[in-house]
């Protein structure tokens, strides 16, 4: 597997995730992100995201299927990027979409601990319909700030 076992626990936390796509010329294009699952023994991610936040991305799939998706733990800034091959979309079920409002929540009470508003934050963001990108992870890189960030974790 590319995906470090110890961060599978990393992964079921309250992160901050962005999912990003890039055009064949390599215009950048960034998801929020309202909760991700991930399986371990498959190494693919599934990125919960509103529909109207992934129709450019849509687009650059088609040229460039390609993915990057980062995840921040916001208390201690560590902080990973998981790139990848897209694999498909979908609708949520009614299960994903429930995950997501719990996600968000757990999330915006972090953004709260820190003074931001956490209401404004789960309003902005929870818009359905709602869409469930997976792709598979190939490459796995450190993105804390520390000496050593950007460095690959999935080289054997």
């Known amino acids: 597997m590319v995906v470090p076992s110890r961060h ?9 995730f962005w ?5 064949a010329d390599n215009i950048p294009e960034p998801i929020k992100c309202t909760g991700i699952t991930f399986d371990p023994l498959t190494d693919i991610f599934t990125c919960f995201v509103p529909l109207k936040f992934a129709e450019t991305g849509f687009n650059h799939i088609k ?17 990973y990027q998981y790139k990848g091959h897209y694999l498909s979309h979908r609708e949520c079920t009614e299960a994903e979409v429930e995950f997501q409002h719990q996600y968000m929540k757990e999330f915006t009470n972090i953004l709260d601990s820190f003074g931001y508003s956490g209401p404004g934050y789960y309003r902005a963001y929870i818009q359905p319909p709602f869409v469930a990108i997976t792709f598979q992870a190939t490459q796995v890189f450190d993105q804390s700030p520390k000496n050593g960030t950007g460095g690959e974790l999935s080289k054997t």
């Open 63 to 79: 040229q460039n299927p390609m993915l990057a998706l980062v995840g921040v733990e916001l208390h201690t800034y560590e902080g």
């Open 19 to 23: 999912l990003a796509t890039a055009s």
């Open 8 to 16: 599978v626990e990393f992964l079921k936390q309250p992160l901050s």
